[in-house]
């Protein structure tokens, strides 16, 4: 299998790492953090220019046509400079949902709004019993008209609080914990209550209240868990290469001050014992590395079973792997690391946290082993 990059996408990782590089500096992001939106309006303008926000849409849609491969090598990049706008959120959730379950017409009117950075979208899809069971839906959507009328809550919704609309799971049939009768619905966010808070890596998350609020079905009203299965599968995967980015930035810092940093009279980088510390840290970064391309070709896969496996193994292998090179990081930085002033801290909790979504690596190694593992005994 051929791993080099094409033109194109060099091009694209490139033009990312220079904008990057010359406005996302560490400094820029506490500033940026501080703002009112808890983001940079100019930053999402920035993507919005080089193309970003309509990368994952079809040419015929308003799009650029690219694919997983592409928007996965986008969030590499946002994940070594710890970025805060709601790409995450609007361009892998948001932009999965439009291009697997909305119809032409409402791809139409939404992609130019999204590429053009007007239109922001979340997804709306925890509650609070559900813990990571998708298909736990407890909030209802009723037919009245042609639309529905939802009612319930959801929490933890990233970047709900600068969206311009939601796409929100809801139940039209069977009871809470049923794999059919879930549906997904396009609702706007003058229609909610919504209540942001910040998270522990300094992004933005909201809980939002549905008390009568109006939707459009995205797709099947009672065929929705398919869908979102998919979309998750292709999060997964982007989250994989975010941590990617994360862990291989915390890893040269740790390099970085282990040969700068002096003890007994000679650098703590020549001895022994931390040296073996940190070609640990490069092993699980390599083993993560090669698990985020598998992430790729498993949500790729056509029979859900065996993408459902796939992104359970990435996130349990992501998961050890984060943790692993976040807390020795730390370690080998010594008190420094937890000041806030310094950035080593911070790529641990963007780890911690990217752990967290979908699943952290416990409740999937527990999926996983009750599967039958990845790869069935014959």
């Known amino acids: 299998m051929d791993f080099d990059l094409t033109e194109e996408q060099t091009l694209l990782v490139d033009s990312l790492r220079k904008l990057l590089s010359d406005k996302y500096g560490f400094e820029n992001r506490k500033a940026y953090a501080k703002s009112e939106r808890g983001w940079s309006e100019e930053m999402w303008a920035a993507y919005a220019e080089m193309g970003l926000l309509g990368l994952p849409f079809a040419e015929e849609d ?17 994940g070594r400079h ?15 949902f439009l291009r697997h379950a909305g119809s032409a017409a409402q791809r139409g009117e939404l992609v130019p709004q999204i590429a053009g950075g007007e239109l922001r979208l979340a997804l709306a899809q925890t509650e ?44 039209t049939a069977g009871g809470t914990r049923d794999h059919k009768g879930i549906g997904l619905f396009l609702v706007d966010a003058a229609d909610v209550t919504v209540r942001g808070f910040r998270t522990v890596d300094a992004g933005r998350a909201a809980e939002v209240i549905l008390d009568g609020a109006r939707g459009v079905a995205l797709g099947d009203p009672e065929g929705g868990l398919a869908v979102i299965e998919t979309v998750v599968a292709e999060a997964i995967a982007a989250l994989a290469f975010e941590a990617v980015g994360c862990m291989d930035i915390a ?20 001895f022994q014992a931390l040296q073996h510390r940190a070609a640990d840290m490069m092993v699980a970064l390599e083993q993560a590395r090669s698990m985020s391309f598998y992430a790729v070709q ?81």
């Not at 050890?320 to 090179?325: A, E, I, K, L």
Request: charged share 20%.
């Open 62 to 78: 308003g799009g650029f046509g690219a694919g997983l491969t592409e928007v996965c090598l986008v969030a590499e990049q946002m």
């Open 82 to 96: 710890l970025t805060l706008e709601p790409w995450f959120s609007t361009m892998v959730l948001g932009a999965g």
């Open 128 to 171: 609070r019993q559900s813990r990571y069971d998708l298909f736990d839906v407890a909030t209802t959507a009723k037919k009245d008209g042609s639309g529905y009328v939802l009612s319930g809550s959801k929490g933890m919704v990233l970047h709900g609080d600068s969206a311009g609309k939601f796409i929100v799971s809801a139940r």
């Open 251 to 270: 890893h040269n810092m740790t390099l970085d001050y282990m040969k700068t940093r002096e003890q007994f009279g000679r650098s703590i980088g020549s």
């Open 298 to 378: 498993a949500a790729g896969e056509s029979h859900p079973d065996e993408r459902r496996r796939g992104g359970s193994a990435v996130k349990v292998q992501i998961g050890r792997s984060q943790r692993f090179v976040g807390q020795q990081s730390i370690q080998l930085h010594g008190g420094i690391a937890m000041t806030m002033e310094y950035a080593c801290g911070h790529y641990f909790k963007r780890l911690t946290m990217n752990d967290s979504i979908f699943g952290d690596s416990d409740h999937h190694l527990r999926a996983l082993s009750d599967d039958g593992g990845l790869v069935r005994a014959a």
